[in-house]
């Protein structure tokens, strides 16, 4: 959700309409801004009374809400973050690309698919993984709306066996491997993808 949402922002914030362009600016100041706990509660707790009554009433009743709402949250807020990421990538290649791109005779759209973005991304590969990482680690804070992640596992094993520190010690293990494994894949990705002599590697 994160990343898709957020590519479709940064490239809306790239095109040479001004009503997009302004469109994509508001939804990043809107979900950037707002912190995610704040955003947590309003999407769990405030949508459902705003919405007519049956409609409320479902989501009230949805099974796992909380798990659907922790990652329609975590999504558009690690969103507005990718899109600005991907605007900047973007933005970093030679403005020549784009115009031998429609030279060529490539619609806008598909100078975007063919030639800007796959460049665009193995430029931010670096902070998307910072982003990949931060949902993760964001995702303690769905505990707050009642979700049963991780770190509220631990919160629950702690308080049924008085096990503080071998429950907690377990908690960050566990994310510790979860993240060593997402950064060695996208380190792999990165070398799989990078262009010789474009994005120095180390």
Not at 131 to 138: A, G, Q, R, T
Not at 188 to 196: G, H, N, S
Request: net charge positive; glycine share 6%; aromatic share 10%.
């Amino acid at each position: 959700l994160a990343l898709g949402m957020g590519s479709l922002v940064g490239v809306i914030r790239t095109t040479p309409h001004p009503w997009l362009v302004r469109l994509g600016n508001a939804y990043v100041e809107l979900f950037r801004n707002i912190p995610l706990l704040v955003q947590m509660f309003l999407w769990y707790f405030v949508l459902p009374e705003l919405l007519p009554t049956q409609m409320g009433d479902w989501l009230k009743q949805l099974p796992d809400a909380s798990f659907y709402t922790a990652v329609v949250a975590l999504g558009l807020y690690t969103s507005a973050r990718v899109a600005e990421q991907v605007r900047a990538g973007i933005l970093s290649l030679a403005r020549g690309q784009r115009m031998a791109a429609l030279a060529l005779g490539l619609t806008l759209p598909q100078a975007y698919v063919y030639v800007l973005l796959p460049m665009a991304y193995r430029i931010i590969l670096p902070p998307l993984t910072s982003e990949f990482l931060n949902v993760i680690k964001n995702s303690a804070v769905a505990l707050t709306i009642g979700l049963m992640e991780l770190t509220a596992r631990a919160r629950a094993m702690q308080e049924f066996s008085f096990q503080v520190f071998e429950a907690f010690t377990a908690a960050t293990l566990l994310y510790l491997l979860v993240n060593a494994v997402v950064v060695t894949g996208m380190r792999f990705l990165e070398r799989r993808v990078a262009v010789p002599g474009y994005v120095a590697m180390k």
